[in-house]
């Protein structure tokens, strides 16, 4: 009897759950570009690109290796519009009344799939380091879930640099070596690649159906298939690495990507395979071609972060995304959107996102989650913000990362304190203070730097919550001591420059 085969548009990889268990001689699979899936919320034009061309191509390479292939197009006439109903379409069209389904990686597609009116058999998505029973065993009876100790175990459970049951030169972070400020000049440039005749068919499609939303489609030089994905892979290993560590923290308006990988995208939809990546980071550091502190900081993102964010996405539930326990209610301003901005660094960080739907992990955490967390904006904008406007935002990984480590929203399960910071760290790891209308070293006044104003501001807002944290304390003692005209300064100046922002008024 046939079976559809489901493969979705983050899950392009041969090594797939679903057609891994199906039958190549009898079932067939389905793929569909629908109007849902690019307009639930509205992606980036780059995003929506990379993922219908490489859907495009793996479509055409399943085709190759004898699968039997049912490919909606956009445009198709017939096309339903949804997931769901391209399945009933094609279930009709074969006879078939069984789906295999690999787990889509957001609640929303889950819950649309369980209804469906066919038999559905949902495999786990096995393309991480835990299974969703490992980390729930792992969760279970733990106070408080830290990424350090399920980081530890993923090290062991792989033996990513491992020598016996020692982490590789003693330590299993290496992250003290891992904060210098930005360096003067970077000597990497990641790979991009010239649009194939398939890409610029998307492109031509893309900019008809999706100008009106946020970003530049153009230039567009986005990996699309799993031969360019590993030309990036090596170009990393190769060129950036070794440098990674030393500059993660770092933030330049010259450069939008220091000696960052670029693989995210890569890796969410399939095109690389994450632990095949980490060993490739290892190999380089065993032969001696990049530093530990480089190696383990990026095998730790991976099997550490990007494993746990999933781990807790799903163990959390559906409702994740509309916690907000700050009970933090402002609407997301319009420089978000790129509208101006006297803030820098918001303003190069928002710039280089709808250029590129890309920002790295120090420019999405301090710039404007910070500054999203400090002037209490609304978590679920924050949230549908991050998901639409980054190529490697999928709801499992984003969701965690914007509602739990960014916004504390979810009340501390991830951070077990927020990240805000003043102007000082920016500066520190950045050159942006250089050319901003504000200055960061004014803390009240018409010039103070929005952060030194809004960090006291949001500490004194949520004291009831943090006054105790012993994380915190230094922060609350510091103000203590700060003398009574100098506190009221920073609050009038504080609660000045935030009507001025509901006002819609040039910040
Ligand atoms: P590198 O700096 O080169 O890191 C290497 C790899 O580690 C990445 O490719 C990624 O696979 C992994 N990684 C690093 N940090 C994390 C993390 N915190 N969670 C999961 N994986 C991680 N990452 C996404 O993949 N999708 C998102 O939607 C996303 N949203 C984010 C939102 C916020 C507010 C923050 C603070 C972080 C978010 N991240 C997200 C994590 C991180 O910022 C990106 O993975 C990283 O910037 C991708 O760029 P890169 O490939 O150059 O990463
Ligand atoms: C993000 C996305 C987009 C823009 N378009 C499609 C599509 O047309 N067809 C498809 O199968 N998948 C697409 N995706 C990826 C899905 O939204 C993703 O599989 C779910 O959000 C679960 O992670
Ligand atoms: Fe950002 Fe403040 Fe620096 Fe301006 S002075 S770039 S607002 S941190």
Known sequence: M???????GDQLTPDVAALKAADKARDVVVMAEVADETTYVK???????????AMRKFAAALREDGWDVRYTRLDD???????????????EETGAARVLITEPGEWRLITALRALPLETEMLEDDRFVASHAEFEAWAEGRKALRMEYFYREMRRKTQLLMDGDQPAEGKWNFDHDNRKPA??????????????????????????????????????GFATDTKQAEQALDH??????????????AMLSGNKFLYHSILSPYINIGLLDPLAVCRRAEAAYRAGAAPINAVEGFIRQIIGWRDYVRGIYFLEGPDYTN??????????????WGKPTRMNCVSKTVQ???EEAYAHHIQRLMVTGNFALLAGIDPHAVHEWYLEVYADAFEWVEAPNVIGMSQFADGGIIASKPYVSSGAYINRMS?????????????????ACPFNLLYWDFLLRHRARFGNNPRMAQMYRTWDKMDQDRREAVLRDAGRWLARLDAGELV
């Open 2 to 8: 046939t079976r559809l085969v489901l493969v979705l």
């Open 43 to 53: 992606h980036h034009p780059k995003k929506i690109a990379l993922i219908l061309t």
């Open 77 to 91: 006439r017939e096309a339903s519009g949804s997931i769901a109903g391209e399945l009933l379409r094609r279930a």
């Open 183 to 220: 360096p003067d000049e970077v000597t990497h440039t990641p790979i991009w690649f010239e649009p194939d005749e398939t890409t610029e068919e998307v492109l031509a499609l893309v900019e008809a159906r999706f100008g009106n939303h946020f970003g530049d489609v153009r230039p567009f």
């Open 236 to 249: 990393f290993i190769a060129h950036a690495l070794p440098r990674f560590g030393d500059y993660q923290d």
């Open 323 to 336: 916690r907000n326990t700050l009970e933090q209610d402002r609407p997301l301003p319009g420089f978000y």
């Open 352 to 354: 280089q996102t709808g």
């Open 431 to 447: 050159d942006y203070c250089k050319g901003c209308s504000y200055k960061v070293s004014a803390k009240t006044g018409d010039k």
